[in-house]
Each structure stands twice: as structure tokens, then as C-alpha cells.
């Protein structure tokens, strides 16, 4: 079979059988492409050698560890889509090592931190209140930049306290937001959202040229409102979201819980939060362990 007709075929798999989103497989079409301008035409052919001399060559280019990891994961699920065809008797991306890759910790705020952002928003604006809400909706629920713009109307549950977003691989999910994010929505919902919105607009949060707020500009919003709020570390989209969860460790929440409130499907993926301090592992210790208190 030729290669890029097996590529179609997995990806057309992808979105039929599968059912990933569409940001998903376009992921999966573009480094696959690139693979196929390096590997032979005939898929049968496919070995261990072509899959780790594409590796090398991206590592030759600098490209991050963990691009490279998303490569090496579209390669493999190609090649075991082409063993269940029959088109190749084994799996050659079995026998290519993954990159190592150092775990690098996230981005967090203090809470201190988090309450002068929370701060900076102008309020007595239709701008500012709607950036206050998403602030306090992100840091509430410890969403992810594109389920906070992603979010619906329908979505929202104010009376029950929570709100129902999509998350990766298109899965949804119930996260409580709490009462002063649902204060603040009940707010931007009756003063600032009907003046921006049109009949068929179904998003939560808009511009004020009626169309719903990208990711790109949310971040603009965020470096905004931490430069006001004076605060100099090194944010990415999702600082408000890492440090939802690792305030939630650090009082005292259990990791099986952080990690339905984030969507994770891995405890792996949830367990980079518990970085607590040495401070906060004494404290555990004195108060549950039998022999953690001085003994006078």
C-alpha cells in the first residue's frame, strides 16, 4: 500500500471510528506528512530504521523533546493501524525508544499573587467585568484556556454551582466554580453579555464586536492584568489553571479528586501538582503521623 494512501485511511479511522476532534487529527495529518517526506513509498516496507532516522533528524533540528514525543506517538499509532490491516507483519515503532524527556514543573501563583490579578480588572467597565469573570471562572474551576472560551451557554448551571465543559478528545465534564465565580457570571450575564451578543451567538464570553474571545486574546488580557497587578514571574496560558490545582494539593485535596476536577485521564499527567513544599510535608506529618508530634 502506498504511504500516503495509508495515511488517509488511518486518518479518515481517526475521525470515523475514533472519533477524535478535528484540532486532533489535523495534529496528526501534519506530522505524519512530514514523516512521509522521509520514509518510503510502500508502507509494508516501513522498519525501525525509518522511524528512528526521522527522530534523529527532528532532534538534529532542535525540536523540543516533547514535539518530538508527539511525532514518535502519531508514527505508532499509524504503524499498529497498519499491522491490524495486515499491511505490515509487526510493529516497527515498538523497538524506537522514546525521547527522554525532563519533567519540567509548571507555572504557579501564590495565592497572594492570584488575589492582586483577581484585583487588577476594572470592574465598573463592561471590559473589565467580563475579564474578572473569566479570571475568577479559570482560577474557580481550574479550566483550560479552551474550555473557558469554549464555553457555552448551555453549559452553564448557575443554580447547581457548576458548569459543564469539553475538554480533550471531546470528553465533557461537571466542575463546581463556587459562589463568587457564579456571583460574578450572574453579573456579566445581565450587564455586559446582551449588549455584545447576537440571536445565534451561544458562547459565554464575547468582544465587544459580538463575536466569541479566542484563546489568543485571553492571554493578551492575562499579561494586561498581571503587568497591573505587578506581577513579574513567567505566566503561560494556563498559570491560573496550575495553580488551581496546586493550591488545592496544598490544602489538603486528594490527588484521585484534582484529577477529575482537571479532566486528566492519566494520574501521571495530575501528579507534576504535588510539588507542596517542605513546609507543607512537616504539617502533614505532625498532624497524621502517630509519632509526628514532639513529644515533651
Do not use: N
Not at 451567538?201 to 468582544?207: H, I
Amino acid at each position: 500500500m502506498d504511504l500516503s494512501a495509508a495515511i488517509d485511511s488511518y486518518l479518515h479511522h481517526l475521525v470515523v471510528e475514533r472519533g477524535l476532534s478535528k484540532r486532533s487529527v489535523s495534529a496528526y495529518a501534519t506530522d505524519l506528512a512530514r514523516f512521509a517526506g522521509t520514509a518510503p513509498d510502500d508502507a509494508g516496507s516501513l522498519d525501525a530504521g525509518h522511524v528512528a532516522a526521522h527522530l534523529v533528524a527532528l532532534s538534529r533540528e532542535k525540536m523540543s523533546v516533547r514535539s518530538q514525543l508527539r511525532h514518535l506517538s502519531a508514527i505508532r499509532g499509524l504503524c499498529r493501524f497498519l499491522v491490524e490491516k495486515k499491511t505490515l507483519k509487526s510493529d516497527p515503532s515498538s523497538l524506537v525508544d522514546r525521547p527522554r524527556m525532563g519533567r519540567k514543573l509548571p507555572s504557579v501563583l501564590t495565592f497572594a499573587e492570584v488575589m492582586r490579578l483577581l484585583a487588577a480588572p476594572d470592574a465598573s467597565t463592561p471590559a473589565g467585568l467580563r475579564d474578572l469573570t473569566m479570571l475568577h471562572v479559570m482560577y474557580a474551576a481550574g479550566l483550560r484556556v479552551s474550555e473557558l472560551c469554549g464555553l457555552g451557554l448551555s453549559g452553564l448551571h448557575l443554580e447547581e454551582g457548576y458548569v459543564r465543559v469539553t475538554g480533550k478528545g471531546e470528553k465533557t465534564r461537571l466542575v463546581p466554580i463556587g459562589e463568587e465565580a457564579g456571583t460574578l457570571l450572574r453579573r456579566y450575564l445581565g450587564d455586559v453579555r446582551p449588549a455584545w451578543a447576537t440571536s445565534v451567538t451561544g458562547a459565554v464570553f464575547l468582544s465587544p464586536r459580538r463575536r466569541p474571545l479566542t484563546r489568543q486574546a485571553f492571554w493578551k488580557l492575562v499579561r494586561k492584568h498581571a503587568r497591573a497587578a505587578d506581577i513579574t514571574k513567567r505566566l503561560t496560558p494556563h498559570t491560573l489553571r496550575h495553580s488551581f490545582a496546586t493550591h488545592l494539593l496544598r490544602g489538603g485535596a486528594d490527588l484521585r479528586s484534582v484529577q477529575a476536577l482537571l479532566g486528566h485521564a492519566r494520574i501521571g499527567t495530575t501528579e507534576i501538582y504535588t510539588h507542596v513544599s517542605g513546609e507543607r510535608l512537616r504539617e502533614v506529618h505532625r498532624q497524621h503521623h502517630p509519632r509526628g508530634k514532639r513529644v515533651l
